[in-house]
């Protein structure tokens, strides 16, 4: 199937035709985050920016429209901001460990024997820790921000892409054109780039779509639980964690900071929801068991 | 087909939207009904008390040792307080006022148990005091104790306290320098551990029925130090401590029974003790059991049993004390709103607590791959190392953060701006005294003197850390931003977050900038807030660089040693208040403030007072319920 | 299979090696003051220079690399896993104490998951594309889209704050009285199973109310998992020629669904059990700690904030044996249940 066949059939579903149209606005709110929400600093605008110095949390109201965290933390400006985190956290994790993962498991399907062995042994080492808490204890070395978060979970997420992009590279090993190229004496990098790489993509791709939220909820539940984003950036995993001690509202009313969590929360959500719904129409159309 | 999608998709987010939107209706409709059944549940509960024959005490985080002479944290203390039990105690938490415990007097000049101008105690012990094991307590007992206190003196813990006034030095490894020129005491061989023993034999004597110790200097604070509350003044079984594997007793053993590790230490999860509670079980982090001690020398304690729960989530806290499981718990101080005025639950704010929060300031920045002073030079684009050593930086600093704002908001009132490293009640304490307030014309005024107008005209960019997860730190870091910024455009300052690990690292290494750290008191008296403070020497003094060290050493050393050997109580006073404007002149650190403690308990709860050396523990034999 | 079995337990010991080494050495990129931080709590503690060196000379934190995992390593060999400041306890201990509770949630959450994404998979492909089937899918979807700490806190909010239903914790505060008396004995530490062999239903009941929020919350997320591949197996499988046969053959549809079609559906089930293990492991860590159970997954989430070697590194041995085992059984029953997969 080409690439054109794929998009169009994207758009013409609707289910993934509303993921595209929540990623889309969730796009612009990124791009103009400057103009929705301007920074108080302009050098600094992930800084969220505090309207008092009262630990306890405001409703929404005319000023902070969305509310206030515990801190008074603007959470009307974290969640525009947070946006663009979320992105960047998302776009570059994905992109560096599916690239990671796709080299390391094309190189162990294609030279096999010895290689393929350690390679594996490596990934399977990687794996035998959950990821979670190897993301938690690198972090905690490397030192909060949203920097070392992304480089935690780059050495930690590679290896699902590396597992499927060698099975699918050994079953294309075997087919004609490949063999044909070999007897035709196309050097090893050819090979692998021009046929094998191109005939596997698409597995990965969708994988990529589905990790993309993945990756973006590991990072807030490492700012969860304080050891992600430092106190203050505009991430959306920090907002709730700002929520953590106030969900049980005040004595009378239990929803009495409902704010601090949903508002957040929701976001998140319909950001993973729309790259989950992407990716489950993509493996809708590329699933040859089901057409 | 695809249509019911969209149909499907709309629905989810209605109800999701609807609900959200109706049960904000709700509460408003609600609320009278709700208010009812509130009222209704605690006037059943205030009648009938939960659990009646059990006290439940619920706390957070972690008890690092049950060995008295190791611990040196509040939650830790506060179980050895109700098991172990020292010569005397305070009087219910008047820390001026001293009663018998183990020991039958109180030591005073008109007793004639202080003698040889204070450098003489005497204690006379009781008699007919049981261990929980059953065995007596006989004065070789509390000998036994203070020895196996000092040799153990593990590091980083709370043995310092009693070498200062026995031996006039801080550690034992000190003492094994200057008795037999050893570095190490783990590295005593037999011979030089006899003669470092005997050494500190000296120092506790047992004469007859009586204890009598020997200070080589006076030293005011020592009854306060020795007192309950404190555990390395607990009284140990000798004869129990040695069958768990304990120090022998032995002259020649010092080396192997000094700075022990936890899983080293036999006592770490044991306890017998003479105390009104005995062990039952622990577990650490999830609870610690305790029931009557019943052959107590004074009348058994009323409760037979006690729980101290740790909880760390404080929603499940919160619960357990609304539904009576709990009859004390711990509330941060932002969750305070989130109790007040719950049904059945008694709320005590604004105890006096002794404890200092203060901005500490780097003389000497180690500007040697440091990014936090960013160029490490005067040049608009960083500080220099002595930035902080201009006394009109200092002082800028000092009035640019707005102290009101910080206990009105932060501590939601529940505080004061400190006055100096001495904190209220301590002596040199004084209400009037000078300090800074929030003054930005005059911390302009300063910051344009500062090395003579050159900050002024270059500006700088300084970063400053807070350990992450500690929001009052943070507040204050954040409130410095802001209004040092306004000061002037080109002064700019970062507020960084770094995990635990790397800001004791920046500590230990000179490398902080400024940092905001605090200290409670180990015992009531000023002396143990001006060393840390002040002295060149001092836990925070000493790592104020090098300008500050021997500016102290000169200035305020001396002084500090005039406070601790003057026993004449006037006379202490005026050092101390010395001290404390000492402090004020030179902007040394910034005092930022002095919080006030709180207790939140059901009302059923009877017969609890404060104590503010050991708060938030809770001695359980004056309680009932 | 014999031999297959034998060479991957010759790799255990490798694998868990590498794995020791791997945390080890993101732990060893600190500098000894930082490393430090794990014993010393607050500034206060410290004194001056020289105590600070004493300290981390007493810790050997000062020592190459190597020695400091030799040490390790060769207590772990003679069964000392060593000391965990996080817990202050021994790290046997602690993981010992926390294993029974994080082993019933995970068992109780294995049931509903499996046998609840099994049941939506099929429903969803026996209505292909009808009304049913996109509710399941939408369903699936946001709950897989859903992080669980948030949705951890939701069902906090109302179950517990609204409606104080479901509260967090593994009992009740009287139930812990029972049990810590002499009366209970505790047989495994999982509380439903110890009030059953106690004959104590109060217990069991307390016990599995305190399940629910957590086990929904992990249900929530793994459902979409194991519907999608039930559901796509399903569909394939309806498709085949011995399905079509048995329908021309005119058996009812039900049991041409539920005899052969699901039988055969659930083969590709059992090979993501261990990909789903591991997932749940990790998801533990935040269901234990928004719920307060407490449990490995929230230890070593606090060993890891506090730079506790052994811990961590103690923690992740007892996961890995565990999930190699369970990868290893699972592999293994199904070369069982399929004869036409070999293993190599």
Known sequence: MEWQEVIKRLLQNKVSLFGILIILFFIIVAVFAPYIAPPRDADEPYLIPRGGWSIQPQPPNEEYIFGTTEGQYDIFYGIVWGTRTAFRIGLVVVGISSFIGISVGTIAAYYGGFIDEIIMRITDIFMSIPFIIATIVFVTILGQGIGNVMIALITFSWMSTARLMRSQVLSVKEDEFVQAAVALGANDFRIIFKHIILNTIFPVVIQASMRMGSMVITASTLSFLGVGAPEGYADWGQMISFARNWILGVEGNPLNYWYTLVIPGAAITLFCLSWNLIGDAFRDILDPKLN | ?625 | MISYIARRFLILPVILFGVTMLIFSMIMMLGPYQRLSTYIKDPAQLKGAEDIDQLVEKFGLDDPWYEQYGRWIGGVVKGDFGWSESAGAPVTKAIADRFPATIELALFSLIPVILGGIILGVLSAVNHNKTLDHIIRIFAVVGWSFPSFVFGLLVLMIFYGVLGWLPPGRLSNWAYEIIRSTDFVSYTGLYVLDGILNLNFKIVVDALRHLIAPVFTISILWWAFILRITRSNMLETLKKDYIRTARAKGLAENIIVYKHAVRNALIPVVTVAGQMVLGLAGGLVIVETIFNIRGLGQFMANAAQQLDYPGVLGGALYYGFFLILINLFVDVSYAVIDPRIRLE
């Open chain 2, 1 to 625: 087909m695809k249509k019911s999608y969209w149909i499907l998709l709309l629905v989810v987010i209605i109800a999701v939207g609807g609900y959200f939107y109706s049960t904000q209706q709700q509460e408003v409709v609600e609320e009278p009904a709700q208010e009812e059944i509130v009222q209704e549940e605690p006037a059943e509960e205030t009648a009938e008390v939960v659990n009646p024959d059990t006290f439940t005490e619920v706390n957070m985080g972690n008890i690092d040792s049950l060995d008295p002479h190791f611990q040196y944290d509040t939650s830790s203390a506060e179980i050895v307080d109700n098991v172990y039990e020292n010569l005397i105690r305070f009087d219910k938490g008047d820390i001026t006022k001293f009663v018998p415990n183990l020991a039958t007097e109180v030591p005073s000049e008109e007793n004639g148990l202080i003698q040889n101008d204070g450098k003489t105690y005497i204690f006379p012990m009781r008699e007919d005091v049981v261990f929980h094991n059953g065995n007596s307590l006989t004065p070789e007992d509390v000998k036994y104790s203070f020895l196996r206190a000092l040799i153990q003196d593990r590091d980083g813990g709370p043995v310092w306290m009693i070498y200062e006034p026995l031996f006039q030095v801080g550690s034992l490894a000190e003492v094994t320098q200057e008795v037999v020129g050893v570095e190490n005491p783990s590295d005593l061989s037999a011979e030089q551990s006899e003669e470092v023993y005997n050494y500190l034999e000296q120092a506790v004597e047992v004469d007859g029925n009586n204890v009598v110790f020997n200070l080589p200097q006076p030293f005011p604070p020592f009854l306060s130090i020795i007192s309950q509350g404190n555990g390395l003044g607990a009284v140990i079984d000798k004869e129990w401590t040695i069958e768990q594997g304990g120090w022998d007793g032995q002259p020649d053993s010092i080396a192997e029974y000094t700075n022990p590790t936890k899983e080293d230490d036999p006592l770490f999860d044991k306890m017998n003790g003479t105390g009104p509670y005995e062990l039952v079980e622990w577990t650490n982090g999830e609870s610690t059991i305790l029931k009557r001690h019943d052959d107590y020398w004074r009348e058994p304690a009323s409760i037979p049993n006690v729980v101290i729960q740790m909880v760390d989530e404080w929603s499940t806290r919160k619960l357990m004390l609304q539904r009576g499981d709990a009859d004390i718990v711990y509330v941060d101080k932002q969750y305070m709103s989130q109790v007040e005025g719950m049904d059945g639950v008694e709320v005590i704010r604004g105890l006096p607590n002794i404890y200092m929060g203060a901005g500490l300031m780097n003389y000497n920045i180690v500007t040697e791959g440091n990014p936090d002073v960013h160029s490490g030079q005067l040049d608009g684009e960083g500080v220099p190392s002595d930035f902080f050593s201009d006394i009109h930086v200092r002082k800028g600093f000092n009035y640019a953060m707005n102290y009101d704002a910080f206990v009105e908001d932060v501590l939601e009132g529940d505080g004061q701006q400190g006055r100096g490293p001495i904190p209220e009640p301590l002596l040199g304490y004084e209400e009037d005294s000078l300090t800074y307030s929030f003054d930005l014309e005059k911390a302009e005024e300063h910051f344009r003197q500062a090395f003579d107008g050159e900050l002024w005209e270059q500006g700088f960019e300084i970063t400053i850390l807070y350990n992450s997860g500690n929001d009052v730190r943070k507040l204050a870091a954040d409130m410095l931003k802001n209004y040092v910024e306004q000061i002037n455009p080109d002064f700019k300052i970062n507020v960084r977050g770094i995990q635990w690990a790397s800001y004791l690292d920046k500590l230990i290494a000179n490398k902080f900038t400024l940092g905001f750290i605090a200290w409670g008191a180990d015992y009531a008296d000023p002396h143990n807030f001006a060393v840390p403070f002040l002295r060149s020497d001092g836990t925070y003094g000493g790592f104020k660089g090098e300008d500050y060290i021997s500016w102290a050493e000169e200035n305020v050393d001396p002084v500090i040693d005039e406070g601790i050997s003057t026993t004449d109580p006037d006379e202490r006073e005026k050092i101390y208040k010395d001290l404390q404007s000492l402090a004020y002149e030179n902007a040394v650190d910034m005092y930022l403030y002095q919080p006030t403690a709180q207790v939140i308990m059901r009302d059923w709860v009877e017969g609890w007072y404060y104590n503010p050396i050991k708060d938030p523990g809770i001695y359980f034999y004056d309680l009932d319920k």
